[in-house]
Antibody, heavy 122, light 109 residues
Framework: QITLKESGPTLVKPTQTLTLTCTFSGFSLSTSGVGVGWIRQPPGKALEWLALIYWDDDERYSPSLKSRLTITKDTSKNQVVLTMTNMDPVDTGTYYC??????????????WGQGTTVTVSS | SYELTQPPSVSVSPGQTARITCSGDALPKVYSYWYQQKPGQAPVLVMYKDSERPSGIPDRFSGSSSGTTVTLTISGVQAEDEADYYCQSTDSSITYLYVFGTGTKVTVL
């Protein structure tokens, strides 16, 4: 069974850097075709894809947020970390960790974490 | 930037058919995906590669593609199908990126 779980601060101040960790089980991020990424959702709004890192260390970022995002992986710990700099109240929302397996669902996000809520406020 | 456009809302009576559209210029060239999100829950993949259903998704859910529009159809809608639905695709015009649609609220009357 594949599971992903997000962890990190629930409250950050404007201009601070957010660091979120996705800890997963049931698969390896060294397996060809596998990626782990992040998607966020402001309250009452649509989903927004942020970033994804693949088994071969390829990193992809949302063009609108690329300058603020960094995604890294630690295969031995089964973790993926997302950092977002210069946080602003508009970054408030639920942040989801997702698994993409090209072999199973091609470009679809087949498994989602439960999400973690982040509030940006002074 | 690449955009996927969905109608904000669709209303349907129980037992009827709901059709949710998603429009985007690149859709003739790339696959589409659909997610169902119920209040307070994480999204769930209900359709992939335009018309394939993940295991565990009821067969009343189906997908189709025609030109720049893809459609998620729910036949014989049930009360439990009331949710937000999002399409997703990729933008391969420059670099490989993922894009979500604007979302559609399906209300079962």
């Amino acid at each position: 069974q594949i599971t992903l779980k997000e962890s990190g601060p629930t409250l950050v101040k404007p201009t601070q850097t957010l660091t979120l960790t996705c800890t997963f089980s049931g698969f390896s991020l060294s397996t060809s075709g596998v990626g782990v990424g992040w998607i966020r959702q402001p309250p009452g709004k649509a989903l927004e894809w942020l970033a994804l890192i693949y088994w071969d260390d390829d990193e992809r970022y949302s063009p609108s947020l690329k300058s603020r995002l960094t995604i890294t992986k630690d295969t031995s710990k089964n973790q993926v970390v997302l950092t977002m700099t210069n946080m602003d109240p508009v970054d408030t929302g639920t942040y989801y960790c997702v698994q993409n397996s090209a072999e199973v669902y091609y470009d679809g996000m087949g498994v989602w974490g439960q999400g973690t809520t982040v509030t940006v406020s002074s | 930037s690449y955009e996927l456009t969905q109608p904000p809302s669709v209303s349907v009576s129980p037992g009827q058919t709901a059709r949710i559209t998603c429009s985007g210029d690149a859709l003739p060239k790339v696959y589409s995906y659909w997610y169902q999100q119920k209040p307070g829950q994480a999204p769930v993949l209900v359709m992939y590669k335009d018309s394939e259903r993940p295991s565990g998704i009821p067969d009343r859910f189906s997908g189709s593609s025609s030109g720049t529009t893809v459609t998620l159809t729910i036949s014989g809608v049930q009360a439990e199908d009331e949710a937000d639905y999002y399409c997703q695709s990729t933008d391969s015009s420059i670099t490989y990126l993922y894009v979500f649609g604007t979302g559609t609220k399906v209300t079962v009357l």
